[in-house]
C-alpha cells in the first residue's frame, strides 16, 4: 500500500498549510485504522509549523499541550490535534520527556512513536504514506512491535507496555516476542509500577471494550501486571471449582475471564461486574464429602462458596475504588455482584417477585439478566440460547416483572399510601419506631398489593403502634 484516502476536511487543512508554506501529515491510529480498511473517528496532525504559526494561520486554536508543541484546531466541525515535528530527550517521570525540540524532521518525529503500526504518516496533499519502521508489514502480518528498542520504548513511559496489551486484544494482533518479553524486564516492571492509577483505568477500560477482553488480561497475568494492579484477581489463579456436579469447567480467574468475555461489550458496569463476580471464592472456599446424587450410597468431594457473593462485592468495591473509578459506578457493580447469586427457579409467587424487584431495583434488573447469561458463559464458554432452560426461566421472570410493573404496585416507601405526617397526625410519635411502622406497612403491601389503601394501612399502623406500647393513637384524628 503506497497511500490512503485523505477526507476532504483534512485537504482543506493542508492547503492552509501549504498557502503558509508548511507541510502536513496525517499521523498515529487515523492512519493505522486506513490501512486495516476501517473508519478512523480521531484526527492527528503533524507539521513542520511551529505552535504559534498554526495558531496565526487558523482562526480557532486552542493551546492544549502547546509545551509540547500540541494544539487544537477546530476547522469545519471538527477537533483536530496537530503537534509540530518534535525530538524527544530523557523521561524521568516515566511519561513526559525531560526536553523538547522543534528542529525536527518528520522521520524523527516518527521515531518516537511508541509502535511501528503507529509510527506511518500519510500526506495531507495527496495521502502518500511515509513508512519508515515497516509498520505497514507489521499491520499486514498483524503484529504489534515497538520502534526500535522494546525496553527503551517502553522505559520512557510506562503505559506503554499496557497499551500494546490493550492493543493487542482490541485489534487481536499477538505482541512480537522481544516486544512482549521486554514488558518483564525489571526496570519496565518499576517504570509501569510508575505510572498513575488514573492512566491504569483509562487503558483497563479500553480493554474492557475489547470482543475479548481475556485476551489481554491473560497477557496482563503472563507479565506479571494483573498481580500490581489488580492482586485480588490474580490470586484466583489455581483456585479449583470442579466437583461432581459439573457446574464450573474452568478455575475461579479463568471463570471470571470467560465471564467478562460473555458480557454485553457496550455496557462497562456488567463488564466489571462479570470480571470480579466471583473474586471472593478464594477466600470462601469449603470442601466437603457429600452424598452424590442423593440415595446414591456414592460419597464424593463438594465444593463450596458460600457467602461468596457478599465477599465478592466488598473486594470488587475496594479495587475499583483504588483504580479511581467514579462512586456510582462502584455502587452499581458491587450491588450487582451482591445479588448475582439470587436463583428463579419459575416457582416464586408474585410476592417473592416484588421483593426480588425491591432489593435488585428495577433499573438494575436488565444488568442483572445480564450478569446472569455472563456467568453461565463463563462456566464452559456455552452462550446461553433462545429456547434453553436458562433462557425460559429468564424469560418467565421478565414476563412476571413486567405484569407488575404494568399494574403499578407498590415498590418503594414512597409508593405506600400513606407517609410520616399521615401517622405522626393519627397520633404515633416520630422517632424510629415509626419508621419501623411504615416498613412493616411496605412488607405488608408487598405481600398483599391490595393492601395499599389508606384507611386499611392507617388502622394497621394504630395497631402496630399499640402492640408496641407506643403513645396512644387517637383513633379519631383526621386521615
Same mark, same amino acid.
Given at each position: 500500500m503506497k497511500s490512503i484516502k485523505i477526507p476532504s476536511e483534512l485537504k482543506k487543512m493542508n492547503e492552509i498549510f501549504e498557502r503558509n508554506g508548511f507541510e502536513a501529515f496525517l499521523v498515529g491510529g487515523a492512519v493505522r485504522d486506513e490501512i486495516m480498511g476501517k473508519k478512523a473517528s480521531d484526527w492527528d496532525v503533524t507539521t513542520n509549523a511551529r505552535p504559534e504559526d498554526v495558531m496565526r494561520i487558523f482562526h480557532k486554536v486552542i493551546p492544549t499541550g502547546i509545551a509540547h508543541g500540541t494544539v487544537t484546531v477546530h476547522l469545519l466541525g471538527h477537533e483536530i490535534e496537530v503537534t509540530t515535528y518534535r525530538a524527544e530527550a530523557g523521561y524521568s517521570d516515566g511519561r513526559h520527556p525531560d526536553s523538547v525540540s522543534f528542529d525536527a524532521t518528520l522521520e524523527d518525529d516518527l521515531s518516537r512513536r511508541d509502535f511501528t503500526m503507529n509510527a506511518i504518516a500519510a500526506s495531507l496533499a495527496d495521502g502518500k504514506l511515509v513508512d519508515p519502521f515497516g509498520g505497514i508489514g507489521d499491520i499486514q502480518a498483524k503484529i504489534i512491535r515497538t520502534v526500535g528498542n522494546a525496553r527503551e520504548r517502553f522505559l520512557e513511559d510506562g503505559l506503554r507496555p499496557i497499551r500494546a496489551i490493550r492493543f493487542s486484544s482490541q485489534l487481536e494482533f499477538p505482541i512480537e516476542d522481544e516486544t512482549f518479553r521486554a514488558i518483564s524486564d525489571s526496570d519496565v516492571q518499576e517504570k509501569i509500577c510508575s505510572i498513575s492509577m488514573e492512566r491504569f483505568r483509562d487503558e483497563f477500560v479500553k480493554i474492557l471494550s475489547s470482543k475479548k477482553p481475556s485476551i489481554a488480561l491473560k497477557r496482563m497475568e503472563d507479565c506479571g501486571i494483573l498481580a500490581k494492579f489488580m492482586p485480588e484477581l490474580s490470586e484466583c489463579r489455581g483456585i479449583e471449582q470442579t466437583d461432581e456436579r459439573g457446574f464450573h469447567e474452568f478455575d475461579v480467574l479463568d471463570h471470571n475471564l470467560f465471564a467478562c468475555d460473555g458480557a454485553p461489550r457496550e455496557n462497562l458496569n456488567v463488564r466489571l461486574a462479570a470480571l470480579f463476580h466471583d473474586i471472593g471464592k478464594k477466600d470462601a472456599k469449603r470442601e466437603e464429602t457429600k452424598e452424590f446424587p442423593k440415595g446414591s450410597g456414592e460419597f464424593v468431594k463438594i465444593v463450596h462458596f458460600h457467602g461468596h457473593d457478599k465477599l465478592s462485592s466488598e473486594k470488587s468495591a475496594e479495587i475499583l475504588a483504588r483504580l479511581k473509578f467514579p462512586n456510582a459506578t462502584i455502587e452499581r457493580v458491587s450491588h450487582l455482584i451482591r445479588n448475582h447469586?439470587?436463583?428463579?427457579?419459575? %416457582?416464586? %409467587?408474585?410476592?417473592?417477585?416484588?421483593?426480588?424487584?425491591?432489593?435488585?431495583?428495577?433499573?438494575?434488573?436488565?444488568?442483572?439478566?445480564?450478569?446472569?447469561?455472563?456467568?453461565?458463559?463463563?462456566?464452559?464458554?456455552?452462550?446461553?440460547?433462545?429456547?434453553?432452560?436458562?433462557?425460559?426461566?429468564?424469560?418467565?421472570?421478565?414476563?412476571?416483572?413486567?405484569?407488575?410493573?404494568? %399494574?403499578?404496585?407498590?415498590? %418503594?416507601?414512597?409508593?405506600?399510601?400513606?407517609n410520616g405526617k399521615d401517622l405522626i397526625a393519627a397520633g404515633i410519635p416520630a422517632g424510629k419506631h415509626l419508621g419501623m411502622i411504615l416498613g412493616e406497612l411496605f412488607q405488608c403491601v408487598l405481600d398483599d398489593p391490595a393492601m395499599n389503601e389508606k384507611e386499611r394501612l392507617m388502622e394497621l399502623a394504630r395497631n402496630l403502634a399499640e402492640s408496641w406500647n407506643l403513645a396512644n393513637p387517637d383513633s379519631s384524628a383526621s386521615e
Open positions: 447469586m439470587t436463583f428463579f427457579d419459575g %416457582s416464586w %409467587s408474585d410476592a417473592t417477585v416484588r421483593r426480588f424487584l425491591v432489593r435488585i431495583r428495577p433499573e438494575c434488573v436488565d444488568d442483572l439478566f445480564d450478569l446472569w447469561c455472563a456467568d453461565m458463559y463463563g462456566k464452559h464458554c456455552v452462550p446461553v440460547v433462545p429456547g434453553s432452560d436458562a433462557a425460559k426461566r429468564m424469560g418467565l421472570l421478565r414476563d412476571k416483572i413486567r405484569e407488575i410493573e404494568e %399494574s403499578q404496585n407498590a415498590l %418503594s416507601l414512597k409508593d405506600l399510601k400513606v
